[in-house]
């Protein structure tokens, strides 16, 4: 019964990681590799904040404040550049991020991590079982998606459709196409250190080695997979990604062997997805996916 809830745990923090992609990958097209770094802020802020006697919605704010900045920081120079080019930057930004997590070991503890973060103080109720941290994880991300739904489906979200879709016509319609993209990559980043914050206080312990280039990987699966500007998508990859390797665990393999099968199947599943169903399990019909060619 653990086992199950700590994976429904896992499920409900990977739907707010990947989400907050889906924003800005999904709906605005920007292909932004560095994701995990605002994914990685939220947890140390947390963290941090929580060891040197400060409560959790403290360390939630200025987790959700510091990654919205590090979004601004990262997307007014590099938001100009397309493809590729965004692509790199993007994910250099991200090794930046893990580089001073790895380095500042005054702050950091560096290599040796942050072991006793605590468990979040709700109003006096102390989240020590693994079904009460669901329960709030999964109130936590229904209202971090509710909340995504909503931007998604105003007005500000109809224009990052729009640049998505074609940003010459956007631009024609007097709109400021960099200032939109900053602005999603924003709010992007600022989701994304709300399951920063989630994971910090759940496992209990982090380290620089957490938020690397594998992770991104795994969270653009999630998102690739259930469906580039698929609402429902993002949560269906979450769920899927996070399930489908865990048969391994009740295989007799060496534990050498567990995490390197792991990554292997993640490998074949994102090569078929590119092969044959590019659009995602779940996509809007009439769609453009960035950076995808459709057949003809």
Known sequence: MV?????????????????????????????????????????YTAALLSLSGYSFWTGLVVAIILAAIAGFILGAPTLRLRGHYLAIATLGFSEVVRAIMLNWSSLTRGPMGLPGIPRPD???????????????????????????????HS??????????EDEIAALALGKNITKYK???LMISAGFAA???????????????????????????????LGGMGSFKGAIVGAVIIILLPE????????????????????????????????????????????????KS
Do not use: D
């Not at 994976?7 to 739907?15: D, G, M, N, T």
């Not at 006096?124 to 998604?152: D, E, H, K, Q, R």
């Not at 007005?155 to 998505?164: D, E, K, P, Q, T």
């Open 3 to 43: 086992y199950l809830e700590h994976l429904l745990v896992l499920i409900a923090i990977y739907a707010i990681l990947a989400q907050s992609l889906n924003i800005a990958l999904g709906y605005t097209g920007v292909f932004n590799l560095g994701h995990v770094a605002f994914y990685g802020i939220g947890a």
């Open 122 to 152: 709700i109003f006096g109720w102390v989240l020590n079982s693994t079904a009460a941290y669901l329960i709030f994880a999964i109130l936590v991300a229904v209202i971090c998606n509710v909340l995504m739904w909503l931007i998604i």
């Open 155 to 164: 007005h500000f979200g109809r224009v990052l459709r729009s640049i998505r």
């Open 182 to 184: 900053v602005q999603a």
């Open 194 to 224: 709300v399951a920063g914050v989630l994971y910090a206080h759940y496992i209990n312990f982090i380290y620089p080695s957490t938020f690397v280039i594998n992770e991104i990987v795994l969270i653009l699966l999630m998102v690739v």
């Open 247 to 294: 048969p391994l665990r009740f295989l007799s393999l060496p534990s050498s062997l567990v995490g390197p099968l792991r990554q292997l199947i993640y490998a074949l599943l994102l090569i078929v997805i590119m092969l044959f169903r590019p659009e995602g399990i779940i996509h809007p019909k009439g769609i453009k996916i960035p950076f995808v060619k459709r």
